[in-house]
């Protein structure tokens, strides 16, 4: 694919007029009701699957995972030689997260690299719109990301349990500039790595991961709070499942060893392991866009706090607890008897929903 001939007029988020709103964000996550309707043939596929993608297979030399639950501890850098603690799929490297853009047709017809996330995020954005946040560990970078947006407020407490890793996006509103550079994160934009971003910046832009880690070199992969291990007891059988924001849908139906996703009713890509539902709440931003011509405000979602979770996994689903107390830390995900909630091995989505 010829990805310059895809450009279309800059829409990046330039320093128009903004206002900002000061409002009060509540400290915990409540669980609230979410649409759920059953998928009709939504497996997608896409170039370059991570491998493996059976959620029992090991990549070649790294150690065969067990039935005891591994990389357990939040917040516990990778170790050189150890499980990778994202997806447990080889050894750790050091860690990159992109935002990648999601609307449209179009726009998820040129995607590249989800499918080689440790783990992908799916974010909900001003208009009820959605958006990917993608977490990669350099020992399993695609060729190139993208097409890459504009980061939000909602992804700066989001990667601080991930540590100092290296953030990719293009543009940001105004406002949130003095706050990603406070962040604990190393931004990377078209202005301070321009050879990294094809097409000069103009969207779609897409990134070259191994540039961005070659000048920035991160931080080792750090455990989101991800438990590995054998299913545990219990579950139910479910092998298709469609969740609902108010103008965007994510699907997944499994496939005899993980999951294809769609997204807005098309594929997407396949060879996730794990599908974490967690429920969160999304309360309004700070900030207020005009870039669409008319007052947008954004929308923060809550990661820190506690509330109730799905996990799916080999075509079953948990009822667990997720818990994030300190944003410095990762989650956790909780069986209701006291026990881990464990993960298959291979890449894990997570769908921030009401």
């Known amino acids: 694919m010829d990805i310059r001939s895809t450009a279309r007029a800059t829409t990046a988020r330039g320093p128009r007029r903004r206002v900002r709103a000061r409002i009060g964000l509540p400290l915990a996550a409540a669980g609230a009701g979410i649409g759920l309707a059953s998928l009709q043939g939504c497996a997608g596929s896409t170039p370059e699957p991570r491998t493996p ?156 991961p191994h540039q961005v880690l070659a000048r920035f070199p991160s931080v080792p992969a750090r455990s989101p709070g991800f438990v590995f291990g054998a299913a545990p007891d219990g579950g139910r059988t479910l092998d298709a499942m469609t969740w609902h924001l108010p103008s965007a849908s994510i699907a997944v139906r499994f496939d005899g060893s993980t999951y294809g996703v769609a997204v807005d009713g098309h594929p997407a890509w ?39 979770a799905e996990v799916l996994r080999d075509g079953r689903v948990w009822d667990v607890g997720w818990s994030r107390p300190d944003p410095a830390a990762g989650t956790s995900f909780t069986l209701p008897g006291g026990g881990a909630m464990t993960f298959a091995t291979g890449p894990v989505l997570v769908l921030l929903v009401p």
Request: hydrophobic share 40%.
């Open 53 to 208: 993608t059976a959620s029992t297979a090991p990549a070649p030399g790294a150690p065969a995972p067990s039935d005891a639950p591994e990389s357990g501890l939040p917040g516990v850098p990778g170790v050189p030689g150890l499980p990778n603690p994202l997806d447990n799929v080889g050894t750790a490297g050091n860690t990159l997260a992109v935002k990648i853009d999601n609307v449209g047709a179009r726009v998820q017809s040129i995607q590249q690299g989800l499918a080689r996330a440790d783990v992908v995020y799916w974010i909900q954005v001003e208009g009820g719109l959605s958006r990917f946040l993608a977490v990669y560990d350099a020992n399993h970078l695609p060729a190139l990301i993208g097409p890459v947006r504009s980061a939000r407020q909602t992804d700066i407490p989001l990667l601080q349990q991930y540590g100092h890793l290296d953030f990719a996006y293009s543009g940001a509103i105004g406002g949130l500039l003095p706050l990603l550079e406070r962040a604990d994160v190393q931004n990377v934009t078209p202005s301070n790595d321009p050879g990294a971003f094809t097409h000069d910046a103009v969207d779609p832009t897409f990134l070259d």
């Open 270 to 308: 396949s060879g996730t392991a794990t599908v974490v539902v967690q429920h969160v709440s999304t309360v309004p931003g700070l900030f207020t866009d005009f870039n669409a011509g008319h007052p947008d405000n954004e929308v923060f979602t809550l990661t820190t706090g506690a509330g109730r």
